[in-house]
């Protein structure tokens, strides 16, 4: 039986915007889940529910086989670290360490234990006698999660705690956050729009767009195996280029180039004759030059960006922009034109009507 288990769960609000529908989900005990999508996609509004902020307009929500819908969020035994902080701007970082535990009238001895053992997992030991205002965005962070995994709560749940903090400290904060939830065997579900966020920290990701869920699965299966247009292209970075073009004789053209679908799908490509197909690839996924077993095409360099150890070169082919990724010595000069190839195994089709894969 999963610890937490979502049956149909929906969220329809009194003036009746549909904010959340049909979501489904069962995490493990100890499980690390990501809700990624972009702003408005029901990710936050989904973890409100779970956390009994906001109730459930329709569905099952259920916490170790027990129906939870009507409990309040200190029934359900849960924690939340809200991207604000809410930290209490007049007590040190250990009073607000220690407050749940002195409204919960635990034991003076057992709260400087607990205290001084989180602390010291998260680096706050010589920040004890600090008020907020005299920590930086990391340590006020951590004094979030902290007061959060002090609990010893079953559940811990994060909205996009990192967003306040700059590239550096988000790196740094990333692998404590995993670190602590390794050693605290809690379940953990994580909101982001940061889909970097999303792979580096998850053991499986759920993808949101307008309040559906468009697929569940680990890092990996969610890169390789997109189910749709959607998740193809908002994971990855940068994102998975996208040409439209009509099947003829089981082939497209790309910058003058006639590629055999047939070589990716078989002969299920039949089914698609005369009609408009949508040839994906990663940009990491190509070569520059002419490889076999592969799709070769070319295109004018318009913009390159040199990144450090990888460079982007933006291309234009017959009006359809595309990103190549290559190494920071394969860069290409601007308005030349670019030989690139596509192994076929790298190639994603997808159904123009529906946005569908096609496997």
């Not at 990144?307 to 860069?331: M, Q």
Request: charged share 25%; hydrophobic share 40%; aromatic share 8%.
């Amino acid at each position: 039986m999963a610890y937490l288990t979502l049956r149909n769960i929906n969220k329809i609000y009194p003036n009746g915007f549909h904010a959340v529908h049909d979501f489904n989900l069962e995490a493990e005990r100890g499980e690390f889940i990501v809700f990624v999508g972009p702003s408005g996609c029901g990710k936050s509004t989904t973890l409100r529910m779970i956390a009994g902020l906001e109730d459930i307009s329709k569905g099952e929500f259920l916490i170790n086989g027990q129906l939870a819908n009507n409990l309040g969020p200190r029934e359900r035994e849960v924690a939340m670290v809200f991207q604000s902080y809410a930290l209490y701007p007049n007590m040190t970082v250990y009073d607000n360490l220690a407050f749940g535990l002195n409204l919960q009238g635990v034991d003076e001895d057992v709260i400087e234990e607990r205290v001084q053992k989180t602390a010291k997992i998260l680096g706050l030991t010589d920040y004890l006698d600090r008020m907020p205002r005299e920590c930086s965005g990391g340590q006020r962070q951590r004094v979030a999660v902290g007061r959060s995994i002090i609990r010893k709560v079953g559940v811990f749940l994060m909205d996009e705690p990192l967003s306040n903090l700059d590239a550096k400290q988000r790196v740094t904060m990333r692998s404590e956050i995993t670190q602590i939830h390794r050693e605290t065997g809690a379940t953990t579900i994580y909101v982001t729009h940061d889909q970097t966020e999303a792979m580096t920290m998850a053991d499986r990701i759920v993808v949101m767009k307008n309040g559906y869920v468009q697929q569940v699965g680990t890092p990996k299966e969610v890169y390789f195996n997109p189910v749709n247009m959607f998740v193809a292209g908002f994971i990855g970075e940068p994102p998975m280029n996208f040409i439209r073009r009509k099947v003829k004789d089981g082939c497209i053209v790309i910058g003058g180039a006639s590629f055999d679908l047939s070589k990716c799908i078989g002969e299920k490509i039949a089914g698609y004759e005369g009609q408009e197909i949508v040839f994906g690839f990663r940009p990491e996924a190509i070569a520059l030059g002419a490889q076999e077993n592969a799709f070769t095409t070319a295109g004018m360099v318009e913009l390159t960006e040199m990144l450090g150890d990888n460079a982007n070169v933006y291309i234009d082919i017959d009006d359809d922009k595309s990103i190549l990724k290559v190494t920071p010595h394969e860069i290409p000069e601007m308005d030349t034109e670019v030989t690139f190839s596509i192994p076929y195994e790298s190639v994603y089709l997808f159904d123009a009507k529906t946005e569908m894969v096609i496997k």
